[in-house]
């Protein structure tokens, strides 16, 4: 049984950084694609980040790209997000997931595993 948890969340002021982890379980994190999304109120859960399962290669929304960093410790098999030059736009729940197949998409309905994900609220 694959379990994904989230930690890391909280409220920073805009400008400010926070690291998310996500801890894997039942399924290490080098098997298959890993990935970041976000929620905030009243909208879809949207793309972050992945990396994959292979050479570890990443993938950013536009919205975070040079900002946010996805990377893994293998020996945890733990996925972090490091988030810097935080914005109140960033402010939502994170979800770490992860693919039962290779490759990287970015809808939802492609991820099959889910966190309960971690509140980050970025002030203004």
């Known amino acids: 049984q694959v379990q994904l948890v989230e930690s890391g969340g909280g409220l920073v002021q805009a400008g400010g950084s926070l690291r998310l982890s996500c801890a894997a379980s039942?399924?290490?994190?080098?098997?298959?694609?890993m990935g970041w999304f976000r929620q905030a109120p009243g909208k879809e859960r949207d793309f972050v980040a992945a990396?994959?399962?292979?050479?570890?290669?990443?993938r950013y929304a536009d919205s975070v790209k040079g900002r946010f960093t996805i990377s893994r410790d293998n020996a945890r098999n733990t996925v972090y997000l490091q988030m810097n030059s935080l914005k109140p736009d960033d402010t939502a729940v994170y979800y770490c997931?992860?693919?039962?197949?290779?490759?990287?998409?970015?809808?939802?309905?492609?991820?099959?595993?889910w966190g309960q994900g971690t509140q980050v609220t970025v002030s203004s």
């Open positions: 997931a992860q693919r039962r197949t290779a490759g990287i998409l970015t809808s939802t309905p492609h991820w099959d595993y």
């Open positions: 039942g399924r290490t994190v080098t098997a298959y694609p």
């Open positions: 990396i994959t399962s292979s050479v570890g290669l990443t």
